[in-house]
């Protein structure tokens, strides 16, 4: 069982930045591939963005590509979601994920553990 907390959402302007991180109880966290998603009002819950255990295969959703990166600290066991050049559509509740898996997933259903959620929220 893996116990993830998500931080760092809030306002911005667009054209900003904002980190967020995803903190997680597990001493094996290393073991696990982390994900990123975002969920905005009446929309299906969409791939931002996810690395595998070892930090050196990233995968991104079309929309975040060159705008967000997703690093991690298994030193710390905490994973990264690094978003620059926020835009109004960016807004969603962002979701923290884990699967205990070594192969990179991009689907909801890859992933085993969920955060509760942080609110992004950019303003035009």
């Known amino acids: 069982q893996v116990h993830l907390v998500e931080s760092g959402g809030g306002l911005v302007q667009a054209g900003g930045s904002l980190r967020l991180s995803c903190a997680a109880s597990?001493?094996?966290?290393?073991?696990?591939?982390i994900g990123w998603f975002r969920q905005a009002p009446g929309k299906e819950r969409e791939f931002v963005a996810a690395v595998n255990w070892a930090g050196d295969v990233l995968r991104y959703g079309d929309s975040v590509k060159g705008r967000f990166a997703i690093s991690r600290d298994n030193d710390k066991n905490t994973a990264y979601l690094q978003m620059n050049s926020l835009k109004p559509e960016d807004t969603a509740v962002y979701y923290c994920?884990?699967?205990?898996?070594?192969?990179?997933?991009?689907?909801?259903?890859?992933?085993?553990?969920w955060g509760q959620g942080t609110q992004v929220t950019v303003s035009s």
């Open positions: 597990e001493r094996t966290f290393s073991t696990y591939g």
């Open positions: 994920a884990a699967r205990s898996h070594t192969i990179v997933a991009v689907t909801v259903d890859g992933y085993d553990y």
